[in-house]
């Protein structure tokens, strides 16, 4: 910090680009290297997101293939701002044609969805080595994007739609951030059912969880449900609301099976 600046610190990452690596395996990585490869990525959004940071400018020349270990790196933070910041109206919209999404390009509110957008797109890259469709060419033709199952064998239906999902051109209709809270007593379950970047151990000894999560199924519900109680949401409401119902539920159900007296 000086005269009033902030300065950003960067490390300086020995590697080549996520997109020079792709080419040099093929122009396609399978499924399951994808998915090792990213998740450190995944995991350095998720830290960030956590503080109201957005990254805005993933894509594959922002990430970094380290060559000590191979992990990967994200990299120019030169965009990043904090969550639904004002004074974006007065700025230029920063975008990478086929990793921004079209809240992007019309500066409207911004959070960690532009992110997951970017995050699912440089997967849809790394999967098949080509440039997603750009969102005005997803407007003009909406059937445009890329059959990833013909296009490399080991992505499965259920890959393919959650990619899909991450890349709803509707911010709305990808997957929300979800905010769970876990007694002490249930760190043991947590910590096995969850990756640990994704989980904040509060003061009071309870462990905060923060993931993307579908809420348009009852399987979260279920999950926690599972916990007897024990488990509380935090957010979104929808998933509150929605908890709160399927226990009704679930109360109602248990009472119509018990015997009659």
Known sequence: RGLGDVYKRQEYVEGRTLTSYVEEHGNRLDLPETLQLLAPVAAALTQLHRTDVVHRDVKPDNIMIRSKDQQSVLLDFGAARIADDSTLSNSAAIVSAGYAPIEQ?????????IDEYSLAATLLYTLTGKRPPDVMQRLAQPDCMPPLKSLNP??????????????????????????????????????????????????????TVTARMPLDDGWL????????????????????????VYARQAAKSYEKDLPAD
Request: proline share 5%; no cysteine.
């Open 154 to 207: 080991s992505v499965s239906a259920a890959a393919e739609k959650a990619i899909f999902k991450g890349m709803a051109m509707k911010a709305d209709d990808r997957y929300p951030e979800v905010r769970l809270r876990f007694p002490a007593g249930l760190a043991f379950r947590v910590y096995d059912e969850f990756d640990s970047d994704a989980i904040t151990e509060e003061p009071d000894g309870s462990l």
């Open 221 to 244: 519900y279920g999950y926690l449900l599972s916990f007897g109680g024990a488990a509380q949401a935090l957010a979104p409401e929808q998933l509150k609301t929605g908890l709160a």
């Open 105 to 113: 390009y019309n500066l409207s509110s911004m959070d960690g969805r």
